[in-house]
């Protein structure tokens, strides 16, 4: 079965500074990877998907994340984050099953 | 594109009464629609998979004679709480995934706020 892992659970960066959230991932087949966002009270927004093409992914509102399959990881980043950044993020994995598997989440607060 | 509403966006009921939330797929056909609950602070947890026309797939641990759902059509999956209790208070999310969609990628709608007292 596939599962993801989110490393921190709460990251503070400054306004400015860089995001690097992190997410490794376990499966037996090549996956589909997930990067979601979640405001407070809201659903799940998609930040960029990782389905076998490009290892390096580019998303919405400045975020791209890298696949490295040596290192079974997925990590999202931006070079500088800004005040509308702070939020939930989640990591997710598919294979053949259609479910998503999602990380515990990471929570982001971004300093002035 | 690629819209899921869910309604009502908050709910509050008594304890012992049902509660119906409805998950639209807006501007596509959803072949699969997944209900999700999520506690507080906490990441989501997958309750059922859901296709039209056939009985919903529950995880392990979900009781489906409490948590009905019913997808009537290629837009529609309701989630039906019976019989709530304080203890089904949760954030209660949906989502959906259509032909369109790339590597299993899901739609999600904007999220259920059930409170039970």
């Known amino acids: 079965a596939q599962s993801v892992t989110q490393l921190g659970s709460h990251v503070s960066v400054s306004e400015g500074a860089l995001v690097l959230l992190r997410c490794n991932y376990s499966s037996s087949v090549p996956p589909y990877l997930f990067w979601y966002v979640q405001y407070p009270n809201q659903g799940l927004q998609l930040l960029l998907k990782y389905t076998s093409a490009a290892t390096l992914v580019k998303g919405i509102n400045g975020f791209e994340a890298e696949f490295k399959k040596s290192e079974t990881s997925f990590h999202l980043t931006k070079p500088s984050a800004h005040m509308s950044d702070a939020a939930e993020y989640f990591c997710a994995v598919s294979v053949n099953d259609y479910k998503l598997s999602f990380g515990a989440g990471t929570t982001v607060t971004v300093r002035a | 594109g690629a819209v899921v509403s869910q309604h009502p966006s908050r709910v509050i009921c008594k304890s012992g009464t049902s509660v119906k939330i409805e998950c639209r797929s807006l501007d596509f056909q959803a072949t699969t629609m997944f209900w999700y609950r999520q506690f507080p602070k906490k990441s989501l947890m997958l309750m059922a998979t859901?296709?039209?026309?056939?009985?919903?797939?529950?995880e392990q641990g979900v009781e489906k004679d409490k948590f009905l759902i019913n997808h009537a059509s290629l837009t529609l999956s309701t989630l039906t709480v019976t019989s709530a209790h304080p203890e089904d208070s949760s954030f209660y999310i949906c989502s959906a995934n259509g032909l369109a969609s790339v590597g299993y990628e899901q739609y999600f709608g904007p999220g259920t706020r059930l409170t039970v007292t």
């Open positions: 859901s296709n039209e026309g056939s009985k919903a797939t529950y």
